[in-house]
Every structure is written in structure tokens, then in C-alpha cells.
């Protein structure tokens, strides 16, 4: 039994695997030589970085590779059709990142509030603005979730206890004792931080319309996809102080970032971290190790 962990994988999965006699490789295979070594392996675990595209599936096909694994939460770097063709199973790790993206989401909504990272790198440059900085506090505002599942809820019920009011937009209302269903104009007219937790979609779901209707205080969190949001929208938002901020963890076309971004001092950019703590990544292993468990039977 052979594991291909092409993005890495959490030391305590490949303890575990090896402790099980699994061999663990933890190379990594750019697209052509995974097409042709792949096959070597059982399973194949991805992170966001390689794509087990259509291509990548066909491969694949009538090797040893009877399982891909998704080290996170979307599926969008993996052709799921393809597989289910060529016989490979997907699964993911749905359960292990919400703290992280959560915790993460609330400390840009304060960094962007108290301007933390910009008062950071004025102060080291020797500037002294502290009159320039004079924040708001997020006690007492309200927070609109767009996308209200596993990480929109758990960023609901933290948000809670620091004194916000919570509203969401989702396809489904969701039961639940503290936050209102807003539809989604109505989200964005009356929320001062809102923040996406979509799965990848087909076509942004925030542009020029949307950002017109947020407040000129309201501040965007981008922590879900690159695609939910037309980026050329809110540069200019940002721009023309249409909308207060944004923090954004993911783009369109990762790892490219759009330069246009680098002149704003009203935007957080990180590189697609919101999963990148040690226990997100434990938990991560955890998940996969049951995975492969219950797969080939313990
Ligand atoms: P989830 O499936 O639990 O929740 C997504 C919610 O969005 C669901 O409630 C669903 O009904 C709703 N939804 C789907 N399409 C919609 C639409 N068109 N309009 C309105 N609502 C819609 O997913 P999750 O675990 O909460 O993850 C959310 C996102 O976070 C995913 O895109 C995932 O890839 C991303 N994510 C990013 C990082 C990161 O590192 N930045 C880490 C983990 C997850």
C-alpha cells in the first residue's frame, strides 16, 4: 500500500501510516510526472496546490489509484466527474479547518478596524500617526455572513460573544438562535463586515452592483474563494473609498495576485492561510487518517 501526499501531509498522518507498514511519499509531482507516476499509488492526497484535473484523471485510469484525497475543504482543484469516470473516489476533510479560517476572518475584521498592520509598518518606517489611526471597534456592529454553513456558523457564534449582531444570506435558512436570515441585498445594505463562506462558484456573486449597495464604513472578507467576488470591482470599490476595506485570502488565479492590490492601503492581503495553523493541519491528518481507514478497512 502506497500514499502519495503531493502537497505534504500532517507528521502525525505519516507516523501513523508508517507505524500501519503504508509507505508515505511525500514528494512532490508536477503535473506530467504525476501523470506518469501516480498510478504507483493507492491514494493520492492533494492540498490546493495540484490539480487532479480531467487529464490527471484519465491517467489514472485502470492503475493503483482507487482514492484522491482533498487535504481541506473545496473540491475545485479536483475534476470529481472525471474521477467518478475513470473509477477513483474523492473524499475531503470538511471538519478541520473552521477554527483557523474563523479565527483568522476575526482578527482582520480588528486589523482592518484598528489598522494594525498598516500602524505596524508606518511606526517601523519611523513614522509616529497616531491621530491617523483612530478606529472603530467591532463591538455593538453587525456582521453579515454570506454562505452560512460549517465556517459562516462558527465565525457566527465567535463574532457573538465579542458584542456583534449577526445576520446571513445562504441558499437554505439555517435553524439556529442568534442569527437572522437577510436576503442578500438587504445583508449587504445593512451589515458593516461581511464575510464570504461560499463554496467555488460558476460566477462572482459580489461586483459592481453588490459593492454599491454596502455601506461607505463596511468592511469585505474574502475567506472562502477567489471567484466570489469580481476582483476588478473592488479594486475600484476600494479605490474610490466606495466601500471602507477588504481582507482577502484567496484569488482568482492563485498563486497570481493582482497588482493592483499593492497600491491600497485598505486591503489585507494573506496568501491563502486561512487553514495554516498546526491544529487545523493535526486535525487535517486525523480525518485523513479515518479516511483511509475506513476505505481499505482498518
Ligand atoms: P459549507 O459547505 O459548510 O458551507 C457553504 C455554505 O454556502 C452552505 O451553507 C451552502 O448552502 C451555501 N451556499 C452554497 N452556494 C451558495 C450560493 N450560491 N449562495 C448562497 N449560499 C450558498 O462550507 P465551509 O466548510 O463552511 O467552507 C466554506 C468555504 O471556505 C469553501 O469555499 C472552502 O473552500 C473555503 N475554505 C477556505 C479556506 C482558506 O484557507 N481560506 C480554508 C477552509 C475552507
Not at 252 to 279: M, Q, R, W
Amino acid at each position: 500500500m502506497k500514499i502519495l501526499a503531493n502537497d505534504g501531509l500532517a507528521q502525525n498522518a505519516i507516523d501513523h501510516f508508517l507505524n500501519e507498514g503504508i509507505e508515505v511519499d511525500t514528494n512532490h509531482y508536477d503535473k506530467e510526472e504525476l501523470m506518469k507516476v501516480g498510478g504507483d499509488y493507492n491514494v493520492i492526497v492533494v492540498r490546493s496546490n495540484t490539480k487532479i484535473d480531467r487529464e490527471v484523471a484519465e491517467a489514472l485510469k485502470g492503475t493503483n489509484t482507487s482514492l484522491v484525497i482533498r487535504a481541506g475543504v473545496g473540491l475545485d482543484n479536483i475534476d470529481i466527474n472525471a474521477c467518478k469516470e475513470v473509477g477513483i473516489d474523492v473524499d475531503y476533510t470538511p471538519h478541520s479547518s473552521k477554527n483557523a479560517v474563523t479565527e483568522l476572518v476575526l482578527g482582520q475584521m480588528i486589523n482592518l478596524s484598528r489598522f494594525l498592520s498598516l500602524a505596524d509598518r508606518t511606526t517601523k518606517e519611523g513614522q509616529w500617526n497616531k491621530k491617523l489611526y483612530n478606529g472603530h471597534e467591532i463591538a455593538g456592529k453587525t456582521l453579515g455572513v454570506i454562505g452560512f454553513g460549517r465556517i459562516g456558523q462558527s465565525l457566527g457564534e465567535k463574532a457573538l460573544a465579542l458584542g456583534l449582531k449577526v445576520i446571513y444570506y445562504d441558499l437554505y435558512k439555517v435553524e439556529n438562535d442568534y442569527a437572522e436570515y437577510f436576503e442578500l441585498d438587504d445583508l449587504l445594505k445593512n451589515a458593516d463586515y461581511i464575510s464570504i463562506h461560499l463554496p467555488s462558484l460558476d460566477k462572482p456573486l459580489i461586483g459592481k452592483r453588490e459593492l454599491d449597495l454596502m455601506k461607505e464604513t463596511s468592511i469585505l472578507i474574502n475567506y472562502a474563494r477567489g471567484n466570489a467576488i469580481d476582483e476588478e470591482a473592488l479594486i475600484e470599490a476600494l479605490k474610490n473609498r466606495k466601500i471602507c476595506g477588504a481582507a482577502i485570502d484567496v484569488f482568482p488565479n492563485e498563486p497570481k495576485v493582482n497588482e493592483k492590490y499593492f497600491e491600497l492601503d485598505n486591503v489585507a492581503l494573506t496568501p491563502h492561510i486561512g487553514a495554516s495553523t498546526y491544529e487545523a493541519q493535526n486535525n487535517i491528518g486525523n480525518e485523513i487518517i479515518s479516511i483511509v481507514d475506513n476505505y481499505f478497512g482498518d
